[in-house]
């Protein structure tokens, strides 16, 4: 009788001591994870906004969510009475270690968030990088892929790549087409532009705006230089500068102009 006594003592004891600390740390967690639930789908929807990557996005988001809800976790076990100083020490402690081991993923890891923030390139863009030339075809956390024009595929970590130079050929839209033309002493310069930029003009995919150029950068020691320059949309790049050699030589031969090449001059002395 005694004994059932003390139990039934100690169980009020309990719960007058413990009930109140048990139901602040659920209220404490419900009330918590409800916060964390609305303050991520707010945070979605940002950088949703902001046309962010969608791995990215993904990335960030999960990442608050796992360190907002261990500090939620933190906070109901001190709201319990059990002390979080020894557990915060040893995640501290972990994070430390593991951050050593992994230093070199880590530098990737910056250089993809930094890379997918700030968007120097984007997945389709044409890029020199880390002495690569390729189209963008993914860009991962810790590294980017790039398919060279051999259809071969280069990986970059992040790291180096956010590091170095980024020469980014199809960002605004179009590029231009650069030749330098060399053409005899004998040809008028005049009709020389003339028939240089009609041979682009006549391009189907050679745009209006900026205008093609022609302007004479060189006298040779065999040859006039022109520089001829003209825009096209990415798509149509390298199918109209193809096009455009071929067509430049057949109406420079069509008007007479002629194109010089080398001469070497023997002097033989007689003995």
Same mark, same amino acid.
């Given at each position: 009788?005694?004994?059932?006594?003390?139990?039934?003592?100690?169980?009020?004891?309990?719960?007058?001591?413990?009930?109140?600390?048990?139901?602040?740390?659920?209220?404490?967690?419900?009330?918590?994870?409800?916060?964390?639930?609305?303050?991520?789908?707010?945070?979605?929807?940002?950088?949703?906004?902001?046309?962010?990557?969608?791995?990215?996005?993904?990335?960030? $988001?999960?990442?608050?969510?796992?360190?907002?809800?261990?500090?939620?976790?933190?906070?109901?076990?001190?709201?319990?009475?059990?002390?979080?100083?020894?557990?915060?020490?040893?995640?501290?402690?972990?994070?430390?270690?593991?951050?050593?081991?992994?230093?070199?993923?880590?530098?990737?890891?910056?250089?993809?968030?930094?890379?997918?923030?700030?968007?120097?390139?984007?997945?389709?863009?044409?890029?020199?990088?880390?002495?690569?030339?390729?189209?963008?075809?993914?860009? #991962?956390?810790?590294?980017?892929?790039?398919?060279?024009?051999?259809?071969?595929?280069?990986?970059?970590?992040?790291?180096?790549?956010? /590091?170095?130079?980024?020469?980014?050929?199809?960002?605004?839209?179009?590029?231009?087409?650069?030749?330098?033309?060399?053409?005899?002493?004998?040809?008028?310069?005049?009709? $020389?532009?003339?028939?240089?930029? /009609?041979?682009?003009?006549?391009?189907?995919?050679?745009? #209006?705006?900026?205008?093609?150029?022609? #302007?004479?950068?060189?006298?040779?020691?065999?040859?006039?230089?022109?520089?001829?320059?003209?825009?096209?949309? /990415?798509?149509?790049?390298?199918?109209?500068?193809?096009?455009?050699?071929?067509?430049?030589?057949?109406?420079?031969?069509?008007?007479?102009? #002629?194109?010089?090449?080398?001469?070497?001059?023997?002097?033989?002395?007689?003995?």
């Amino acid at each position: 009788m005694e004994l059932s006594e003390k139990a039934i003592t100690w169980a009020k004891d309990a719960i007058f001591e413990y009930g109140p600390k048990i139901i602040a740390a659920i209220l404490l967690l419900i009330i918590g994870l409800w916060v964390i639930k609305f303050f991520i789908r707010s945070m979605r929807k940002a950088l949703s906004k902001r046309d962010m990557e969608i791995s990215l996005q993904k990335f960030l $988001t999960n990442l608050t969510s796992w360190a907002l809800k261990a500090m939620l976790f933190i906070a109901v076990l001190s709201q319990l009475g059990i002390e979080s100083t020894s557990f915060v020490a040893v995640l501290g402690a972990a994070g430390l270690a593991i951050g050593l081991a992994l230093q070199g993923s880590l530098s990737n890891f910056a250089g993809g968030v930094l890379i997918m923030l700030f968007r120097p390139f984007k997945v389709g863009d044409t890029i020199n990088a880390q002495g690569e030339i390729g189209t963008v075809k993914e860009i #991962e956390i810790f590294t980017t892929k790039l398919l060279t024009f051999q259809n071969r595929l280069v990986i970059i970590p992040n790291g180096a790549l956010s /590091n170095g130079n980024i020469v980014n050929y199809t960002a605004e839209g179009f590029q231009k087409i650069v030749f330098t033309i060399g053409v005899s002493y004998d040809a008028d310069i005049a009709q $020389t532009k003339e028939v240089l930029l /009609n041979a682009m003009k006549k391009h189907e995919h050679v745009m #209006e705006e900026p205008a093609p150029m022609v #302007e004479l950068v060189n006298l040779n020691d065999s040859s006039i230089d022109f520089t001829v320059r003209c825009a096209v949309v /990415n798509e149509h790049f390298w199918p109209t500068q193809w096009a455009l050699l071929p067509t430049i030589k057949q109406d420079l031969d069509a008007a007479g102009i #002629e194109i010089p090449y080398p001469h070497q001059v023997e002097i033989q002395k007689e003995s």
